[in-house]
């Protein structure tokens, strides 16, 4: 049995099912963490040089993002996942997708994290009438100085929230693909850089699909976690009613660090140790999300039309630091990887139609395909 378990073979170029690789596999049985305060060269994972966190930097980071997490808590009921999903978007500076029907904190959770870090918030409620403009901005003729006027769009925020996406067109969904890959938004053809830290949440309803467009792909690439809220416990329900009638919610969030803080926790994410077993482990997910008729039961592996691209790598790699930082860890370890899957992979893995006919959920082609990589 290879790193893939029986069916599997060493990543490489596709060849005959029959061919079998040793050598990764046995690069993997074993897996050093570094301590605290001790250098380590550089390796594969794009670990910048002499980065090894000090244990003060630790301290600090989990400091503050203590902070954060109970103002945090204070205003969004549970939502344990949910909390950690954001505030791995704010370590890495990459975009969420949540996913739930309504009523579930979204928004909540969203502006309250904006304020939080002391950061600008802006919501744009997605209509199917939505311009691009109206997100990215225009430039309005001033008759008096008989100029244009470059008015930004509210895309030009820390935060933005594009509540159900899904309901506007697909012209308008383009328009921000600019924003949350190069940071930057075209008016008038001159570039306008966005305010950093920047971050995009976005939201959708599963069960209210009428008047809506679908994300392509590539812009579903471009989030680098999807997570799934599900309804808050009996408990968790009785006490959102309980800080309802006490007032909590009434007044807004403040502001417990600065977005210079956030500047700082994300220059030491990427400083957090990715062991080269590690960063296999990562590429060797996604590989198989590509190749997967050869790793797992052909029954489920016809489901899949599309694997992910270098893209969900890189989601594992920067989410499984970030993680790591927030269990005040120097380093990462296999179940930061294990524990991201679904949502690195959920909107990566493309199902055909087959799969949405016979009700097979996403999740358990994941689960079916981590499986094969054998854990560091």
Not at 2 to 22: I, K, L, N, V
Not at 151 to 179: C, W, Y
Not at 189 to 196: A, D, E, H, K, S
Not at 356 to 371: F, K, Q, Y
Request: hydrophobic fraction near 40%; proline fraction near 7%; include cysteine.
């Amino acid at each position: 049995m290879d790193e893939y378990g029986q069916r599997s073979r060493a990543p490489g170029p596709p060849t005959a099912p029959s061919s079998r690789g040793s050598a990764w596999a046995s690069s993997t049985t074993t897996s050093t963490q570094p301590q605290v305060g001790t250098a380590t060269a550089p390796g594969p994972g794009g670990q910048p040089s002499g980065a090894v966190l000090a244990r003060d930097e630790v301290e600090w980071a989990q400091r503050t993002l203590r902070s954060v997490s109970q103002a945090f808590g204070a205003k969004v009921v549970g939502q344990a996942r949910l909390q950690e999903t954001l505030l791995i978007g704010l370590l890495t500076g990459g975009h969420i997708l949540l996913e739930s029907v309504p009523g579930l904190a979204k928004t909540t959770a969203a502006a309250t994290l904006a304020r939080v870090v002391e950061g600008s918030f802006t919501r744009i409620q997605c209509t199917p009438d939505l311009l691009p403009s109206d997100i990215v901005g225009t430039q309005v003729y001033d008759a008096g100085k008989a100029t244009f006027e470059t008015r930004m769009g509210p895309v030009h925020a820390n935060f933005v929230l594009l509540d159900e996406i899904n309901r506007s067109s697909a012209k308008t969904q383009s328009a921000m693909l600019e924003a949350m890959q190069e940071r930057q938004t075209s008016i008038g053809g001159r570039i306008y850089p966005l305010p950093q830290p920047f971050l995009v949440l976005a939201t959708q309803n599963p069960i209210e699909q009428e008047g809506t467009y679908p994300l392509p792909e590539a812009q579903l690439d471009r989030f680098m976690l999807k997570d799934v809220l599900d309804y808050p416990t009996l408990e968790e329900e009785a006490e959102i009613l309980h800080r309802i009638d006490a007032g909590v919610f009434a007044a807004p969030a403040s502001a417990v660090i600065t977005l210079a803080d956030v500047e700082r926790l994300q220059a030491l994410t990427r400083r957090v140790y990715v062991d080269p077993v590690i960063v296999r482990y990562a590429v060797g997910i996604v590989y198989v999300t590509r190749h997967a008729e050869l790793y797992i039961d052909p029954t489920l592996a016809r489901f899949i039309e599309f694997g992910a691209s270098p893209r969900g790598s890189i989601a594992f790699i920067q989410a499984a630091r970030a993680r790591a930082m927030l269990a005040g860890r120097d380093h990462v370890v296999p179940d930061d990887v294990k524990a991201l899957s679904h949502r690195v992979l959920r909107h990566r893995v493309v199902l055909g139609f087959e799969a949405i006919a016979e009700g097979v959920p996403v999740e358990s082609v994941v689960d079916a395909l981590v499986a094969t990589v054998r854990t560091p």
